[in-house]
């Protein structure tokens, strides 16, 4: 099984701060990983796609990077609405998996 | 719009079968997409338990794929998850979920349903 390390854990940050999140796979998963925000008691809804492609909809202070095993998640200007729980998944092989997740909490 | 909703017991006896199903509307689920199952708890976090196309082919993660069958009835557009010899362990939050074909990410979710293994 393919492994997703995320860090941090926890990020406390502050409204208009820029935040990274990183997430390592234990392999490489090409271009083929997703983030996803999920706020408490709330479905998961996914943000990027193939590690770049930003959602319709989704602002553009998201974005996505990275290929192979290192891939990141960037806010460029944190809002209120972006405090929440990030997770990253790999759907590049059998058993799709996630990161542990990243909370993003207000500092 | 496409909406996806759980429906099934919120508790279940150990060893008994965990049965939910998802209702989809806005959407054809003959449509070519894929139709799946993911759970979250808080000792493992989110799982992708499996999914399953229109037409029956399926993908079951080898970890519970002795215990599982995943379905789908297309006059009723829903889709159906049934998880057998149950234990603790499978106390989690059901997520439906669906996902286009190919090398894609989940892109609709329900808004999952909780479900308790306890005698």
């Known amino acids: 099984d393919i492994h997703m390390t995320q860090s941090p854990s926890t990020l406390s940050a502050s409204v208009g701060d820029r935040v990274t999140i990183t997430c390592r796979a234990s392999q490489s998963v090409k271009s083929w990983l997703a983030w996803y925000q999920q706020k408490p008691g709330k479905a998961p809804k996914v943000l990027i796609q193939k590690a770049t492609t930003l959602e319709s909809g989704v602002p553009s202070r998201f974005s996505g990077s990275g290929s192979g095993t290192d891939f990141t998640l960037t806010i460029s200007s944190l809002q209120p609405d972006d405090f929440a729980t990030y997770y990253c998944?790999?759907?590049?092989?059998?058993?799709?998996?996630f990161g542990g997740g990243t909370k993003v909490e207000i500092k | 719009q496409v909406q996806l909703q759980e429906s099934g017991p919120g508790l279940v006896k150990p060893s008994d079968t965990l049965s939910l199903t998802c209702a989809v509307s806005g959407y054809s689920i003959s449509s070519g997409s894929w139709w799946g199952w993911i759970r979250q708890s808080p000792g493992k976090g989110l799982e992708w338990i499996g999914y399953i196309e229109y037409s029956g082919a399926t993908y079951y993660t080898a970890s519970l794929k002795s215990r599982l069958t995943m379905s789908v009835d297309t006059s009723k557009n829903h889709f159906s998850l049934k998880l057998n010899s149950v234990t603790a362990l499978d106390t989690a939050v059901y997520y439906c979920v669906k996902k286009e074909a190919g090398w894609f990410a989940f892109d609709m979710w329900g808004q999952g349903t909780m479900v308790t293994v306890s005698s």
């Open positions: 998944q790999q759907y590049e092989d059998y058993p799709l998996t």
